[in-house]
């Protein structure tokens, strides 16, 4: 991403209400996989679910990234 880009994002992430809303829908998604992780047999699809609570995961950190990356 470039600068643009970040400071494209800081609408979202200095908007106290609409990025813990974001964060919210983020860990009920991340909670959701957990459980399908916790279920299932099939290891390519808990690898997938891996990987999309890592990304899920880094939405605790946006606000940090994007005001860095928008200077």
Request: aromatic share 8%.
């Amino acid at each position: 991403m470039n600068q643009q880009d970040y400071r494209s994002l800081l609408l979202l992430v200095n908007d106290r209400d609409r990025y813990a809303l974001l964060k919210e829908y983020a860990e009920k998604r991340i909670n959701t996989l957990l459980f399908l992780i916790s279920t299932d047999n099939d290891m390519d699809r808990v690898k997938r679910n891996q990987g999309a609570i890592a990304e899920l995961r880094k939405f605790a950190t946006l606000k940090e990234e994007v005001i860095k990356g928008a200077k």
